[in-house]
């Protein structure tokens, strides 16, 4: 049903477009689509936006982009006002409204990011990670390799104390002696409790798919709950908390997406969408889900998975969302530029990068 009506809104929004289906959206070639929805346009990107982030108060955006640099923009005016060395892979508020954290792919760096000032420096965190402001923990995979002797280890430390918190190990059986599953995604609940483990036993596109679901204490690093069943078979990639923590949104291999309830750890809703989902992102209130698949936002309920509405195409793929404070507009960045071509007598392709922000409002 989520599948077919996608489907249905995304030919329909073509056609009132007058566009073609397969290209950009525009409704007069001019290389602006869906401009009723689309509040704002950040442009002069040129190279991948890796991450975006609206600060506490969402009057400014901070974005990293590829080229080891981090940029903030007015959130009202699209004016860009700094720019730093600072490579940011992921971006998230903290409890101080003028700093934010940033990871390069390799450490945690909290940043005033009006100056660019790193005020603080975590090592030795991969790019499995999972960071909540509310507790100041941080979950990592140490070990993810998948041909390996040892076990997948996951570590919580506390980046305000620096102190280890509990440190554990997901157990795991060797396949024609030598390829090993892994970790395939982590996920910490907002306020610190629990550590949700996504992991494939079957990492060869051969064999029995076999994924399986670990809730662990995060204080202890005791097992509380392991979920093997059907639906697992399509939960190992991407995992995010709802902002009260109380459910879980998990991605799996293509386009399926399933809700999960955190004290009983079952099924609330299984969708299917129409293209490939590459991001997600909760509204501040958790009633709703931002979600990209490729080029298209969409807008559903976060209660039953159902579609609201298509808020526009964008020119590049999109990899990053985030939703303003209060709740009112999306900030999408660009992963890779669209070469699609739009409708003109002389077809030209789109090779921009963008920042653009999206009104939700209904």
């Known amino acids: 049903m989520m599948k077919t009506r996608l489907l249905i809104a995304m030919i329909l929004a073509g056609l009132l477009a007058g566009c073609n289906l397969f290209g950009n959206g525009d409704d007069d070639g001019t290389g602006t689509p869906w401009e009723e929805k689309s509040a704002l346009q950040l442009k002069g990107i040129e190279e991948p936006t890796l991450s975006v982030l609206f600060s506490a108060d969402g009057t400014r955006i901070i974005s990293g982009w590829d080229n080891d640099t981090t940029g903030v923009w007015d959130a009202t005016t699209g004016e860009l006002l700094a720019k730093y060395p600072l490579r940011a892979e992921y971006l998230s508020r903290t409890t101080d409204p003028a700093v934010i954290v940033a990871h390069d792919g390799s450490a945690l760096h909290f940043v005033r990011y009006e100056t ?203 990899g990053t969302i985030d939703v303003s404070p209060d709740g009112k507009y999306a900030v999408t960045g660009s992963i890779a530029p669209s070469y699609r071509y739009r409708l003109s007598t002389f077809p030209v392709p789109y090779t921009d990068w963008y920042l653009r922000v999206w009104n939700l409002s209904p």
């Not at 040892?150 to 390829?179: H, M």
């Open 116 to 318: 660019g000032e790193v005020t603080k420096t975590i090592p030795d965190i991969g790019r499995a990670f999972s960071y909540d402001p509310a507790s100041g923990l941080v979950a990592i995979v140490v070990e993810g390799a998948m041909i390996s002797d040892t076990t997948n280890r996951v570590e919580v430390r506390n980046t305000i104390t620096g102190e280890l918190v509990s440190s554990f190990e997901q157990p795991r059986v060797a396949y024609y002696d030598k390829y090993l599953p892994t970790i395939t995604g982590i996920a910490l609940q907002p306020g610190g409790d629990i550590v949700v483990t996504g992991f494939n036993e079957s990492i060869h596109t051969n064999w029995p798919q076999h994924n399986t679901i670990h809730i662990w204490d995060a204080a202890t690093g005791a097992t509380r709950v392991v979920i093997d069943s059907a639906y697992t078979a399509r939960c190992e990639f991407l995992h995010f908390f709802s902002p009260d923590g109380t459910q879980l949104l998990t991605r799996g291999r293509g386009a399926d997406l399933l809700s999960w309830n955190t004290s009983t750890w079952e099924t609330t809703w299984d969708d299917d969408y129409p293209y490939n989902l590459t991001t997600i992102a909760f509204t501040p209130n958790g009633q709703q889900i931002i979600t990209a698949s490729d080029y298209v936002l969409y807008r559903c309920s976060a209660l039953s998975g159902e579609w609201i509405a298509t808020l526009g195409e964008n020119r590049g793929e999109i």
